[in-house]
């Protein structure tokens, strides 16, 4: 049974950091696609970024120089590191994984993920 628990969110003022952390089980973690992607109320969910198993990354253009993103194959974990928070950041955070190809998930469509955990709130404050 697949399953990931994202944690790590919280409350922060515009401007400071705050990092998100995804434990996964359930499947072959170190082999597979992984991303972060947010939904704001009222709007759709949106990709943030995505690592491949090797290490290989994509960022939407609105986090790109603000968010990291990594994982830790050893321990099944994903990470996301994020500063330079603006309230529009604010918006629930969930780990996803893929089930398709490489070059599809890096796109960071939802319909290329399958798998998501409950989210985890972050709220950024001005």
């Known amino acids: 049974q697949v399953q990931l628990v994202e944690s790590g969110g919280g409350s922060v003022q515009a401007g400071g950091s705050q990092r998100l952390s995804c434990v996964a089980s359930?499947?072959?973690?170190?082999?597979?696609?992984m991303a972060w992607f947010r939904q704001a109320p009222g709007k759709e969910r949106e990709g943030i970024s995505f690592?491949?198993?090797?290490?290989?990354?994509n960022y939407a253009d609105f986090v790109k120089g603000r968010f990291t993103i990594y994982r830790d194959n050893d321990k099944n974990s994903l990470y996301l590191q994020m500063n330079s928070l603006e309230p529009e950041d604010t918006a629930m955070y969930y780990c996803?994984?893929?089930?398709?190809?490489?070059?599809?998930?890096?796109?960071?469509?939802?319909?290329?993920?399958?798998?998501w955990g409950q989210g985890t709130q972050v709220t950024v404050s001005s």
């Open positions: 996803e994984a893929s089930t398709t190809t490489t070059s599809l998930a890096r796109l960071l469509r939802q319909t290329d993920y399958a798998y």
């Open positions: 359930g499947f072959t973690f170190r082999s597979s696609s």
């Open positions: 690592m491949q198993w090797d290490g290989l990354t």
